[in-house]
T-cell receptor
Framework: EPEVTQTPSHQVTQMGQEVILRCVPI?????FYWYRQILGQKVEFLVS????????KSEIFDDQFSVERPDGSNFTLKIRSTKLEDSAMYFC????????????FGPGTRLTVT | GQQLNQSPQSMFIQEGEDVSMNCTSS?????WLWYKQDPGEGPVLLIA?????ELTSNGRLTAQFGITRKDSFLNISASIPSDVGIYFC?????????FGTGTSLTVIP
């Protein structure tokens, strides 16, 4: 199973601050995703990224959010001017090789906005 | 976004019993996936289904891709305590994966 690591595991930030969540896939996959899961709720799609650009995004992914692969390996999610309701688990996922499109998740970053 | 209705919402069963849960949608999906999530961790892929009607097993787990491509079920046979967790279905359309609302499974020893 492909490995995906995420840092930090837990981020506490004050409302209005910017945070950057990082994802490092340990294998060559084609598609990268960010998901959000508010405590006790389902996993929600934020954005998919392919070939160094956003391929699809949900209505949640507004101008407050941005993604990039700054060095070809790390995949980051930036949240500007955080709000209390941004508190959630954020998961990175990877999918797509030449053999399958199975999707694998990282361990997540717990973001707490105070 | 697409709505995936997953049922039941929660289950409490005795160890050794079989479990069945399903996922339905009004949309047609290209792929169905089933995940298990433990508290504080990311979802772990259990089974992936790629063709309508496909029936796939992974140990004690069996899942099927509905013939209409709008539904899927997951069965767990002879449940054990470590089966406890939340099970999510997910459907793929294009480059998006849509998740169900989850089934919380509790196994009583």
């Amino acid at each position: 199973e492909p490995e995906v690591t995420q840092t930090p595991s837990h981020q506490v930030t004050q409302m209005g601050q910017e945070v950057i969540l990082r994802c490092v896939p340990i294998s060559n996959h084609l598609y990268f995703y960010w998901y959000r899961q508010i405590l006790g709720q389902k996993v929600e799609f934020l954005v998919s990224f392919y070939n160094n650009e956003i391929s699809e995004k949900s209505e949640i992914f507004d101008d407050q959010f941005s993604v990039e692969r700054p060095d070809g390996s790390n995949f980051t999610l930036k949240i500007r001017s955080t709000k209390l309701e941004d508190s959630a688990m954020y998961f990175c996922a990877i999918a797509g090789t030449h053999d399958s499109y199975e999707q694998y998740f990282g361990p997540g970053t717990r973001l707490t906005v105070t | 976004g697409q709505q995936l209705n997953q049922s039941p919402q929660s289950m409490f069963i005795q160890e050794g019993e079989d479990v069945s849960m399903n996922c339905t949608s009004s949309s047609i999906f290209n792929t169905w996936l089933w995940y298990k999530q433990d508290p504080g961790e990311g979802p772990v892929l259990l089974i992936a289904l790629y063709k309508a009607g496909e029936l796939t097993s992974n140990g004690r787990l069996t899942a099927q891709f509905g013939i209409t491509r709008k539904d899927s079920f997951l069965n767990i046979s002879a449940s054990i305590p470590s089966d406890v967790g939340i099970y999510f279905c997910a459907g793929q359309i294009g480059n998006q994966f849509y998740f169900g609302t989850g089934t919380s499974l509790t196994v009583i020893p």
